[in-house]
């Protein structure tokens, strides 16, 4: 990946991407260079069969402030100007990170807001100070939260974040099932990076299919998920990784992956 990025850092750690927001500046606010950088890094990982993890984090003390400001005054006078017509809001970037076959862990290293939190909602793991605050700045949920929150939190606690549109810390994120885990700032990294760690010594067949298959699951009814679970178990027996996986466990030994 020999691009030159402006609004974020690329970093390779054997199996595991980094990715990291850093327009610190400005909190990491989604403007048009992440709107534009993000999916192309995201296309770029996905491309790439030797990444098995994707970590995202961002510099300084927010993940995201969530849209820019400035921005979207500018947009909103635009659309005046032209007569109130407005293009119509694409969730483009989100569905690049739900599109994202490999595991994606959001280390958040300080607030996570507005768009910044719904980003964290497409990533698989997460890792935190949040808030739901569209309406304090005339908006409504958007890169799939609206499906994605009530889902994770339920539908009461989704509405009352969103509707009163209120920050709220790590440890209540804890609580309600929105992150797996609180750890202190300084080890932030080091943790996300030991749990990339232990999925990248996965199997990488066993690992997709395992995403996809709970991704399924989110709008399926019952009979549904055992139907695509049949399939996705038929096509990790069939694979090269599930006889290595037997074979080193036979053996006592770490397996060597080929991701097939």
Not at 9 to 31: C, F, K, S, Y
Not at 150 to 165: D, H, M, P, Y
Not at 217 to 222: A, I, K, R, Y
Request: proline share 3%; aromatic share 6%.
């Amino acid at each position: 990946m020999d691009r030159a990025y402006s609004a974020i850092q690329w970093e390779r750690d054997g199996h595991v991407g980094i990715v990291t927001l850093n327009r610190p500046e400005q909190l990491n606010a989604i403007g048009p260079e992440l709107r534009e950088e993000l999916p192309d890094i995201m296309d770029r990982v996905a491309a790439d069969p030797d990444l098995r993890v994707l970590i995202i984090t961002g510099t300084g003390k927010a993940f995201s402030a969530g849209g820019d400001l400035e921005g979207f005054l500018q947009r909103s006078r635009s659309y005046q100007a032209q007569g109130g017509a407005i293009d119509l809001f694409s969730n483009s970037m989100s569905r690049k990170f739900l599109d994202m076959e490999i595991p994606i862990i959001a280390a958040i290293n300080g607030a996570a807001v507005g768009g910044g939190f719904t980003l964290s909602l497409t990533c698989d793991i997460r890792m935190a100070r949040f808030g739901a605050v569209f309406a304090r700045v005339g908006l409504s949920p958007e890169y799939g939260s609206s499906f994605l929150l009530s889902r994770v939190v339920g539908l009461t606690k989704a509405s009352e974040l969103v509707l009163t549109a209120r920050i709220f810390d790590a440890q209540e994120a804890l609580s309600m099932g929105l992150v797996g885990e609180v750890v202190p700032e300084e080890q932030l990294m080091a943790r996300a990076k030991e749990i990339a760690g232990q999925i990248a010594g996965l199997s990488p067949v066993a690992v997709r299919m395992g995403k996809r298959t709970l991704r399924h699951g989110l709008d399926s009814t019952l009979s549904q998920a055992l139907d695509y679970e049949e399939l996705a178990e038929s096509h990790c027996f069939s694979s090269l990784d599930h006889q290595e996986s037997v074979k080193a466990f036979m053996e006592k030994r770490a397996p060597e992956f080929k991701g097939r």
